[in-house]
């Protein structure tokens, strides 16, 4: 009697018998920079899956700015529920398609580990600080965390192409799967929609504002638009080797987020606070710059291991929450009132 195959090999064979031509199938992997046994239950995708979904740095994306610093209110997103949103509106695409499902979802969960507290306006804020040595970019920073960060400098052993995908999901650059390229319109259409949504929640842009040449195109709410914008990339891409979308809704989609840099992007009383931001993480980098025994132990075993102090720091920085970064800040640089207990005054 020949060897019975395990679970996770009769679901490789599925993944032949159901996915389309173009899918990446995971017994097709390119595998892991250090080899390991494989699961028995699990493709090497969904392990992928399950070992960022369980990591700190996604734990960490529920108290990271989106869009709005700290917003005073249950239903603005976090960078966990943005994260979340990509990865629901990219699953349907590669669902729809007969996509690896399972990889667009590693993708998806794992784009954005490495962004810093306070958003974009906290990568700013650390690419011009460390812009003598590379700078800082969030997809970048995301790469290493799955590779270096997690699990005490071991990092998660990710499979070539999620990690592909994580470092190429912005719009300057391009992925190599089907999946990858999924994930890097998701983005756009979820922080598009969801970053209207919370504009208007706020106060900041009244729906009427949008300009009807674009909700002419995309609709004239964020369901209609999401529906718009996936089911034109399914229609446009069914049976091809690529991930399209129709030059209108493209240009549309491109058009509206064109408007949202300059009425909330930009907008003073959204983004008043920012420039608080730049200068608390400036002052905390500094302070660990001459101060790395401070740095928790795995920092400080960065440093050992002949990582340069500055990359350190930027490493310590960027994992944290905006309440930690908050909190620290407070310890660090605002001093705390001096008083004996006993000693009555005079």
């Known amino acids: 009697m020949g060897e019975m195959k395990s679970l996770r090999q009769k679901q ?15 017994d097709e992997s390119k595998g892991r920079d250090v080899r390991e046994p494989q699961c028995d239950i699990r493709t090497d995708f969904q392990r992928d899956r399950d070992r960022i979904l369980h990591c700190k740095a996604f734990r960490r994306l529920k108290q990271k700015t989106q869009v709005f610093l700290a917003p005073e209110g ?26 690896n499902e399972d990889l667009t979802e590693a ?5 954005d580990l490495g962004h810093t507290p306070f958003g974009h306006a906290g990568e700013r804020a650390l690419n011009r600080i460390s812009e003598e040595y590379g700078g800082f970019h969030h997809n970048e920073q995301s790469v290493r965390v799955v590779e270096r960060l997690e699990k005490d400098g071991k990092g998660l052993n990710l499979t070539v ?17 089907l999946e990858g390229k999924i994930v890097r319109l998701s983005d756009k259409i979820a922080y598009i929609n969801s970053d209207i949504d919370d ?9 009427e504002e949008i300009p009807t040449e674009l909700t002419d195109v995309l609709g004239t709410s964020t369901n209609m638009r999401l529906n718009t914008l996936v089911h034109d990339i399914v229609h446009h891409s069914e049976g091809k080797n690529e991930i399209n979308m129709s030059e209108e809704v493209e240009n549309a989609m491109f058009q509206l987020r064109k408007f949202l840099f300059a009425t909330v992007y930009t907008n003073p009383v959204a983004k008043g606070e920012e420039r608080k931001v730049v200068h608390m993480i400036e ?4 302070y660990y710059i001459h101060h790395s025994e401070k740095l928790p132990e795995e920092f400080q075993m960065l440093i050992r ?8 720091v930027c490493d310590y920085i960027a994992c944290m929450s905006d309440r930690f970064a908050v909190n620290l800040y407070k310890e660090i640089m605002i001093p705390k009132s001096w008083s004996v207990l006993g000693v009555e005054h005079r």
């Open 283 to 286: 002052q905390l980098y500094e």
């Open 305 to 312: 291991e002949g990582e340069s102090t500055r990359r350190a």
């Open 199 to 207: 504009a208007i929640r706020g106060g900041i842009i009244r729906e």
């Open 12 to 26: 490789e064979e599925r993944e032949h018998q159901i996915l389309g031509p173009f899918a990446t199938f995971a």
């Open 74 to 99: 249950d239903h603005y997103r976090t960078r966990l529920t943005h994260t979340l949103e990509v990865a629901q509106n990219a699953r349907t695409i590669a669902r729809a398609l007969l996509l």
């Open 161 to 177: 192409e999620v990690r592909d995908g994580i470092l190429n999901h912005q719009t300057r650059l391009m992925p190599s799967t």
């Open 107 to 111: 993708i998806a969960l794992g784009h």
